[in-house]
């Protein structure tokens, strides 16, 4: 191949990426459009799509934490659980985590059906800028990456300071709230044995400011017609303190064990707990920011996922490694930082694997 054929694909995908964002559709309206083959912008690379085969089954390799009575007689038992899943794997599943199903059902219904309603309704608030509190568009990394993924995307800021009411989309707007009322609630519970888990005071994390700053990301993944060309969101881990995960019953979430895939099944009531890069680093790699993906989904059926991600909202604050988890036996393995420069590097990257952890170390 010759230069100018390279330099001919980069101008017409960069054309194609251009129609795709100007168009406001997403893949939903892609799809919705009689589309049967995948357009090449959402074409993996080789490297990708050799490793999309089905995961081995390994149902036990993902804990699953009891946090019934965690207040109480359990409690040492479950910081140990929620301790040793943090550092082996950096993902658990939790039940009997006090929030009712049908506040799940009713979020995951509420999510679904803002990305079902008419493209224009949609299309009115499709947009990029990170600084606005709604947002609806097709791949945070859209202009990063080496591929498109397939996948939509409401993203609603609910803290420190809510998006604005009216912002917010009607046919989503009470379950919203609703459900960051509840994450709030949870939120606090992990972070406490989180915090105990790694030897801390139960407050630790909090006194970050951490329960404060939530972003929350409503998925839409629509059917594939080829799953085996594309994913429905590239293997990254996340860039925040943790992550709150709650999935419907269709699958596709995948979690790198060592060298291997495994499936993270749906389990009906049960939420998924991720560390993300920043605890990873004030733990000083006690705990694990795991990498994850999600395959393109099969199903005819579309397969919805909400992530709300907890951020420290301390800005005035140098971070890195807790002084009491640095010794001479384990120096820090990172270099302060403001929360500033950290986000700004995590926009001007796109969502690949560990690379904003990388550049923090000391
Ligand atoms: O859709 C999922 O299950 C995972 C979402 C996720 O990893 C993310 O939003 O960062």
Same mark, same amino acid.
């Given at each position: 191949m010759d230069v %100018? /054929? %390279?330099?001919?694909? =980069?101008?017409?995908?960069?054309? &194609?990426?251009?129609?795709?964002? !100007?168009?406001?559709?997403?893949?939903?309206? $892609?799809?919705?459009?009689? $589309?049967?083959?995948?357009p090449p912008l959402f074409i993996h690379p080789p490297e990708t799509l050799f490793t999309l085969k089905p995961a081995r089954p390994r149902p036990d390799s993902i804990p699953t934490i009891d946090l019934s009575c965690c207040d109480s007689f359990r409690r040492p038992s479950v910081v140990a659980e929620v301790g040793r899943a943090a550092r082996e794997l950096g993902f658990f599943r939790v039940v009997n985590h006090g929030v009712p199903t049908e506040v799940l059902d009713r979020t995951i219904a509420a999510v679904k059906a803002f990305h079902e309603q008419p493209m224009e309704a949609k299309a009115k608030i499709y947009r990029r800028e990170m600084g606005t509190g709604v947002s609806f568009f097709s791949n945070i990394d859209l202009f990063l990456s080496k591929a498109a993924s397939w996948r939509d995307t409401l993203r609603i800021v609910l803290?420190?300071?809510?998006? /604005?009411? &009216?912002?917010?989309?009607?046919?989503?707007?009470?379950?919203? #709230?609703? @459900?960051?009322?509840?994450?709030?609630?949870? *939120?606090?519970?992990? $972070? *406490?044995?989180?915090?105990?888990? #790694?030897?801390?005071?139960?407050?630790?994390?909090? !006194?970050?400011?951490? +329960?404060?700053?939530?972003?929350?990301?409503?998925?839409?993944?629509p059917y594939c017609p080829q799953p085996d060309l594309t994913v429905g969101l590239t293997s990254h881990t996340d860039s925040g303190m943790i992550t709150l995960l709650l999935q419907d019953q269709?699958?596709? $979430?995948?979690?790198?064990?060592? /060298? &291997? @895939?495994?499936? +993270? =099944?749906?389990?009906p009531g049960a939420l998924v707990v991720n560390i993300g890069d920043i605890l990873q680093i004030m733990s000083n790699n006690e705990y694990k920011s795991g990498d994850h993906r999600v395959l393109a989904n099969p199903s005819r059926e579309p397969r919805v996922s909400i992530a709300v991600f907890f951020y420290p909202n301390n800005h005035e604050k140098e971070f890195g490694?807790?002084?009491?988890?640095?010794?001479?036996?384990?120096?820090?393995?990172?270099?302060?930082?403001?929360?500033? &420069?950290?986000?700004?590097?995590?926009?001007?990257? *796109? #969502?690949?694997?560990?690379?904003l952890i990388n550049y923090f170390r000391a």
């Open positions: %100018t /054929d %390279t330099t001919q694909q =980069a101008f017409d995908r960069a054309q &194609e990426l251009k129609r795709f964002e !100007e168009s406001k559709l997403g893949v939903k309206g $892609l799809l919705d459009s009689g $589309l049967t083959s995948l803290g420190p300071k809510l998006a /604005d009411l &009216e912002e917010i989309p009607e046919v989503c707007r009470n379950k919203v #709230l609703e @459900w960051n009322q509840q994450v709030q609630q949870l *939120g606090s519970l992990l $972070l *406490g044995l989180l915090s105990e888990g #790694l030897g801390l005071s139960p407050g630790k994390l909090q !006194e970050l400011k951490c +329960l404060e700053k939530r972003v929350m990301v409503g998925h839409y993944y269709i699958g596709g $979430l995948q979690v790198k064990h060592g /060298d &291997e @895939w495994v499936d +993270l =099944a749906p389990v490694p807790f002084p009491e988890l640095v010794s001479s036996d384990k120096p820090a393995a990172y270099r302060q930082f403001t929360l500033d &420069e950290y986000m700004r590097r995590f926009f001007t990257k *796109g #969502l690949d694997g560990k690379s």
